[in-house]
């Protein structure tokens, strides 16, 4: 079973997401038209209103990637409707601040094009995140605004996890609550995990059972902080016996071992900012531990993805079935432009004029169109994101290649920028 369609009625009012069959039969008698392109929805043209189920929007989130999931209550028990994963771009924030203030630090110290500061008694608000760590919450919180526009959302449940790094370092502290109960030893296996990309330490293999090894085995002096173990398959495991990681021949495991888990940080400043928005939403909100997302998604013997760790969370993510075919919907933040008026050079001084319009002839860089040439060079039909020009004759790069010249007079909008790429 594929994603389901969502639905609208003639009101614009959400309804229950149907399946794809139903949603091409309804296009094709004419009672229903296309609404959105992505997600792909539909609005029926003879209907008002209609009977729903309770619709969970289940969220999984992530540093780098987060996953969204929808769970609907039927007779038959909770199902999988919808999922997605959303890939963020909060390293490239970070990485365009630090440009921007180098350059501006440049610029002081050579004292050229240097405007003093305005003024001195900035603050920042108590619940202020860096703009790499907020981009996160900002798109989850877009993606939850959209889907309670377009299904019957009734509640919400998110994995609030918690990596507390000073008892990973030393578990000897209070290790009863870690040693105890169903889920012992989750924790820290997850940290693991996280930390070493799911992949064997040493052959880089994925999609097998990996196994907890310690980098300078126990018999030898090594202890069981987490800066001393790793993740291995069971092959890699025996072969590497008694031996510390440096004479089985891996020298920099044990540094890399001993870096900071970044994303366990990103995770930990930002997981209660995100749990006070979804809170002020309104919806009943389910939080769940990352322990309880991986025991419910074992016990169903479901894979490890970010989407199907959403379905997991909670207490409601125990017995959700998922359709073998269901694939996620995978979306890619780009942003939504910036205000940088003008290209520069490498000193920072300007090379390009400053630009005149951000439409043209109606469309908008980053736009989805279709552009049905009818005779020159160009022609045949193109699909892809449009670059605008002033001249209105724009590029369109499609999945293969970046068709230029191609007049806005052959354009027809199929989808406006709205900060994401869709695959």
Not at 113 to 126: E, G
Request: net charge positive.
């Amino acid at each position: 079973m594929q994603r389901r369609v969502f639905v609208v009625d003639k009101n614009e009012q959400s309804l229950m997401p149907c399946r794809p069959a139903r949603a091409r039969m309804l296009l094709k008698k004419g009672r229903a038209t296309i609404y959105k392109r992505e997600p792909f929805t539909i609005m029926l043209l003879d209907r008002a209103g209609g009977e729903t189920q309770a619709v969970q929007v289940k969220i999984d989130p992530g540093s780098k990637t987060s996953g969204i999931a929808m769970v609907a209550d039927f007779k038959c028990g909770p199902r999988c409707i919808w999922a997605s994963e959303v890939k963020h771009r909060g390293q490239q924030v970070h990485l365009a601040l630090l440009k921007r203030s180098q350059q501006r630090q440049s610029r002081r110290s050579r004292k050229t094009r240097y405007r003093q500061p305005r003024f001195n008694n900035r603050r920042c608000k108590p619940s202020w995140l860096p703009p790499s760590l907020q981009s996160p919450v900002d798109n989850i919180l877009t993606w939850v605004k959209r889907l309670r526009r377009l299904a019957p959302v009734t509640h919400l449940a998110m994995e609030l996890t918690k990596f507390d790094t000073q008892k990973m370092q030393n578990p000897e502290i209070s290790g009863v609550e870690y040693q105890q109960g169903t889920l012992q030893g989750y924790d820290v296996r997850e940290y693991l995990l996280e930390k070493w990309d799911h992949h064997c330490a040493y052959c880089g293999i994925t999609g097998v059972p990996l196994e907890v090894e310690h980098i300078v085995p126990k018999d030898r002096g090594g202890g069981n902080r987490v800066s001393n173990l790793t993740i291995a398959c069971g092959p890699c495991n025996r072969e590497k016996g008694n031996r510390t990681a440096t004479e089985f021949g891996y020298p920099h495991i044990q540094a890399q071992a001993k870096q900071p888990l970044r994303d366990a940080a990103a995770i930990n400043a930002t997981r209660w900012a995100l749990y006070e928005q979804l809170k002020a939403t309104g919806l009943p909100l389910e939080v769940g531990t990352g322990a309880r997302t991986k025991y419910n998604r074992i016990q169903q013997g479901y894979p490890k993805t970010h989407w199907l760790d959403a379905v997991c969370v909670g207490e409601s993510g125990e017995q959700v079935f998922v359709q073998p075919a269901m694939q996620p919907l995978h979306i890619q933040v780009t942003g939504r432009g910036s205000r940088q008026m003008c290209r520069v050079d490498r000193y920072g001084f300007p090379r390009t004029g400053a630009k005149r319009f951000k439409r043209v002839h109606g469309f908008q860089t980053g736009d989805m169109v279709k552009a049905v040439v009818p005779t020159g060079k160009h022609r045949g039909t193109h699909i892809g994101r449009v670059a605008v020009r002033a001249s209105g004759r724009f590029n369109i790069k499609t999945a293969h290649e970046t068709v230029q010249g191609i007049s806005y007079r052959h354009c027809r909008l199929l989808h406006p920028s709205d900060g994401y790429t869709y695959q």
